[in-house]
């Protein structure tokens, strides 16, 4: 359970490191299985678009930057559906979330290979699955130790006080992905959040973020959990009109997807 100053600083700031949520054992287990689904299913390519990467990377660095992903992956193997119904990680997100009702929404795998791991530019989560109200936390679960040099999450503390802000999606008559203005938002002014395999960092579904290159010889391999309260309905986005499994409490009456 987490304490009433972890929930504190969570609502101060946006976002909470939760450490030891999973034991070496079961780091160990979740490593094994994600390397059998990257190879047997995972897509690896450029990554995001966009003008934002002529600011993040020289033109050398541009061309050979890589991003490895795979959705839902409870899905895909038994150890991960165990991971993101873990009874002890429910009951953190029920309390970040102020609710005893908490539905999963979606799982993610973001792979950064040694060298070449694409950045994230500054952004909310917000763009990629709208919702109605705030009630909406991503869970980042470790399987490697993260620091500033292999692409650790790094945020704007306070910025999810802000709610939903307007994002870049269309650049030169092209669509791309969604990202806050370079010019106003720049990455040298968020703070690190170093974590440990088997950590969780939770945030805001507003909480502005970003990463670096991964610069080093080792993976950076995190998977991103979407946990919501059942009746923050959803506008838009990623796996929008599906029903999710609730890993606490109830589903309200009425709180279904389409």
Not at 62 to 89: I, N
Request: hydrophobic share 35%.
């Amino acid at each position: 359970m987490l304490t009433h100053d972890q929930v504190d600083s969570y609502r101060e700031k946006g976002y909470l490191r939760i450490p030891h949520v999973f034991d070496a054992g079961e780091v160990e287990q979740l490593r094994g299985e994600l390397d059998t689904l990257v190879q047997d299913w995972a897509t690896t390519n450029a990554g995001w678009s966009g003008p934002w990467r002529d600011v993040y990377m020289s033109p050398d660095v541009e061309q050979r930057s890589k991003l490895t992903h795979l959705h839902d992956l409870h899905f895909y193997g038994a150890a991960w559906c165990r991971a993101v119904t873990k009874p002890s990680l429910a009951e953190a997100m029920a309390g970040l979330l102020e609710t005893p009702n908490v539905e999963l929404h979606h799982t993610t795998l973001h792979l950064k290979p040694p060298e070449t791991g694409m950045p994230f530019p500054l952004h909310q989560d917000s763009p990629f699955y709208r919702h109605q109200g705030p009630r909406y936390v991503d869970a980042i679960i470790h399987l490697d130790d993260t620091d500033d040099e292999n692409g650790c999450l790094r945020f704007v503390p306070g910025s999810h006080a802000r709610e939903h802000i307007e994002h870049i999606e269309q650049a030169d008559g092209k669509q791309v992905s969604p990202h806050l203005p370079t010019d106003e938002w720049s990455l040298e002014d968020s703070e690190p959040m170093p974590a440990r395999a088997g950590d969780v960092v939770a945030f805001s579904i507003y909480a502005v973020h970003g990463s670096r290159i991964n610069r080093t010889e080792r993976w950076r391999r995190l998977v991103r959990v979407g946990y919501r309260d059942p009746a923050n309905v959803q506008l838009a986005g990623q796996s929008l009109g599906r029903a999710g499994l609730m890993v606490s409490g109830l589903r309200p009456p009425g709180a279904l997807a389409a």
